[in-house]
């Protein structure tokens, strides 16, 4: 049901610098639609960033992340043509996942 | 979610991930659980609480991006680097917000200590960053002027 994300990583000195756009709604619970209705709470709890199948970045979120989450991040020792993947879990237990390459 | 059920779910989806990139070495870390308590608490200094936080030290180490003005209060960029050595985790605390406690990155394996997103904010407020460094803790603050709050949006 998820829609895809997009990441790029690209190597800025010495670390690979990353970027994630994820595709969510982060609905908070407080918001009402055209009907008045409150829209439930739904939002990504968790993400996990790997560099070469470690986990670099054990992420806990919050409903106050904006919709559509963006997320950027540095990975020290990363080298052009390593991995680095993201995979997301929302309170629907919806999951998600992208990997990509490190650009030179 | 049950912190079982999500652990499970987790090595589930590790595992799925090694098999299709035929990776050797494992993920290090499963997924923390969810700190419920702190995301449901309505004060800062709850949330503080639920992090273990009893006397965190401002420091001038960690460096907090973000507009003086947000116009639009749905969409607030903010960046935290932290240039505390050994820095374990960053948390965001918006103090007037609903639930103040934002979110929480923890560092491993060499990730730097900086990170970038974008948070909702339903009236001007302090952001409070939160660093966790050999087991102590750090913050610095920084007051965000909200004209249009984000939180029904």
């Known amino acids: 049901m998820a829609e895809p994300m997009k990441i790029r990583a690209k190597m800025e000195g010495e670390f690979a610098d990353v970027k994630v756009l994820m595709s969510h709604p982060m609905e908070t619970g407080q918001r009402k639609n055209e009907k008045g ?10 993400v ?29 020792g990363a080298k052009a043509g390593d991995k680095i993947a993201i995979d997301w879990t929302d309170t629907a237990g919806d999951k998600s996942s992208i990997e990509t390459t490190v650009g030179a | 979610m049950k912190p079982l059920r999500r652990s499970v779910l987790k090595l589930f989806a590790a595992s799925a991930t090694l098999a299709a990139a ?52 749905a969409q607030v960029p ?32 060499g990730a730097d200590s900086y990170i970038s997103t974008r948070v909702k904010m339903g009236q001007t407020s302090s952001i409070m960053a939160l660093v966790k460094a050999d087991g102590k803790f750090f913050t610095a603050s920084k007051e965000v002027k909200v004209t249009i709050g984000g939180c029904g949006g």
């Open chain 2, 22 to 73: 035929g990776l050797l070495g494992a993920r290090t870390a499963f997924a923390a659980v969810w700190n419920k308590v702190g995301f449901e608490s309505k004060t800062g200094a709850d949330a503080l609480k639920s992090l273990g936080v009893a006397n965190a030290a401002a420091s001038k180490d960690i460096q907090i991006t973000a507009p003086e003005i947000a116009e639009n209060g």
């Open chain 2, 78 to 109: 903010v960046t935290v680097l932290s240039r505390i050595p050994n820095t374990q985790s960053i948390s965001i605390v918006i103090d007037k917000n609903p639930f103040p406690l934002n979110s929480t990155f923890e560092f491993s394996n």
């Open chain 1, 48 to 76: 996990i960033a790997s560099h070469n199948g470690k986990t670099v970045l054990d992420i806990q979120w919050s409903q106050a992340i904006a919709r559509n989450p963006f997320l950027g991040f540095r990975v020290k």
């Open chain 1, 37 to 46: 209705e409150l829209v439930p709470v739904h939002f990504i709890q968790s």
